[in-house]
């Protein structure tokens, strides 16, 4: 099992990411920012770190910043 | 263990808000083995990822978050206008560091610097340059629509060497 932190925490990265837009759809959560459209964040409670990396990637969101949050 | 570069293609019929759409991508994205677990970072699209316990498991995740972000992406487009303009946006916009990371997984394998271990060695191998990335995004309901057995494609997965 890959390891996960639950979504609560994940929606802390909202500090890291000022404007961004978080919202849920039928399948998955989508985030904005960046003018950039991140569609597959896994809609669970507890979200594999892989899934928050490549949207850490995608969106350019401060990696450093990030850190202090989670371990990405 | 190495990274490796896989390549794809993979045709949907999707039903939109009016509309019945045709979608054929032919895309990158990269295997990699962290946390314990497989991951297949996308890189066009690049806003996807699956992980499993297994590659066949993670192609098989990957596959079905595809299709499910195409689903999302109808539900949400008032029309196929809409949904064409979405998933062209999903597919264009591109990720420069998955990209890189991409590239020089390949690099590697076709330097003999890096050796495919089993599954990835008996895929098949195909140059990147023979699949070229690409979208087409069809609306199947349009006046004068025709078609034949071959329009069928099967899912591809394809390492690039």
Known sequence: ?72 | MPAYPLMFTFRDAVSGNGFLAGVTLSGRALMVHEDDTWWLYGVRPGAIAETGQTPQETFLRFRNTYKMVLFDFAEESADFEAYKKEVERFYYEPDAEEERRWMEAFQDLRSGKAQPEAPFSSLPMESPETRPTQIAVECLTAIGTRFTPTDNVPDLFSRAA
């Open chain 1, 1 to 72: 099992m890959s390891a996960s932190v639950l979504f609560k925490d994940v929606e802390a990265l909202k500090q890291c990411a000022k404007g961004s837009t978080w919202r849920v759809a039928t399948h998955f959560r989508i985030v904005k920012y960046n003018n950039r459209v991140f569609p597959a964040l896994p809609k669970h409670d507890s979200i594999e770190l892989g899934h928050i990396r490549k949207m850490i990637r995608y969106l350019g969101i401060d990696r450093d910043c990030a850190k202090k949050i989670l371990p990405v």
